[in-house]
Nanobody, 121 residues
């Protein structure tokens, strides 16, 4: 099983980034996917989640209206479009796969290695 994030980097306040996560080694279309963020010294927290079908999404309050999660089961890839970025969005972002959409990291079975996103002011 592999989840490989890409598309992180450094961006200025108000900018956009669109990290992606390529999955392999499991039946992607049957798993819910999540993006979690972990800032220095803080716990890993849910940013967004999407159901196996793509029909249901959920977001942390802090990113609603700015971030959009989507998935392409033909490409086994999940995306996170991040707009209007703020310095407080700075974190390592991880994608994860689980049997059901959940707020809690321990509910997810597989994890990527993370990609750093830094927003400068």
């Amino acid at each position: 099983v592999q989840l490989v994030e890409s598309g992180g980097g450094l961006v200025q306040l108000g900018g956009s980034l669109g990290p992606s996560c390529a999955a392999s080694g499991f039946t992607f279309s049957t798993y819910a996917m999540g993006w979690f963020g972990q800032a220095p010294g803080k716990e890993r927290e849910l940013v967004a989640t999407i159901s196996w079908s793509g029909g249901t999404t959920a977001y942390a309050h802090s990113v609603k209206g700015r971030f959009t999660i989507s998935r392409d089961s033909a490409k086994n890839t999940v995306y996170l479009q991040m707009n209007s970025l703020k310095p407080e969005d700075t974190a390592v972002y991880y994608c994860a796969a689980g049997r059901g959409s959940s707020t809690y990291p321990h509910s997810y079975d597989y994890w990527g290695q993370g990609t750093q996103i830094t927003v400068s002011s």
